[in-house]
């Protein structure tokens, strides 16, 4: 710990070094292909001039502003395409029904949300490919983050209704498109820190409070 208070080390560690395992933690309601198991670190050995960053703890630091505006454009268009293939197997099942207005009508809305989320991912790309990494482009990502997800998520939910009761048998795929959306919600910030962050933004107060 240093004098200012508790410090956070960035330090790479080889995944086949001595010491480090994978903890088969990965058993989740979604994503389950992705393998993204806990990493766990026992007696490894981290020389000094191996440690690339330090940072206060709780504190933003431009790191992760550079995060924020790399990765989650790279993270959410996963997102935007599970939507797009629920969408596809949704209009597929509903052929049957098409002239049903109530059927027309839910249509209508899955385009709508699938449109919100498109316009809100490629915000997230156009910011990616344009802007330097600062809080205000930070919020700007965190934001679009937040509609992508929401829309994404909302998506499938009317995808699966579309689909009726076909879209509840795991046959039909759309089942696992729910529960791969669901992922969406949990890359950070998180919906509450978001507002949080973008009220402070909005409000001009400090954004580590």
Known sequence: MSPAGPTVLHFPVPLKGEGVSSAQTWRCLGMRATGSDDIVLDGVFVPEGAVSVRRP??????????????????????????????????????????????????????????????????????????EQPSPEVTNEVLMARTLVARSAIRTVELAMELASGRGFYRRTGLERRFRDVQAARYHPLQLPAQRLYSGRMALGVDIDG
């Open 57 to 130: 703890k709780g504190k933003w630091h431009r790191l992760y502003h550079i995060i924020v505006l790399i990765a989650l454009p790279i993270i959410y268009p996963v997102y935007v395409g599970i939507a797009e293939a629920a969408r596809q197997i949704a209009l597929a099942e509903a052929t049957a029904r098409r002239k049903d207005s109530a059927v027309e009508v839910a249509a209508g809305e899955m385009e709508t949300e699938l449109t919100a989320a498109r316009i809100a991912l490629q915000r997230m790309l156009d910011l990616a490919a344009r």
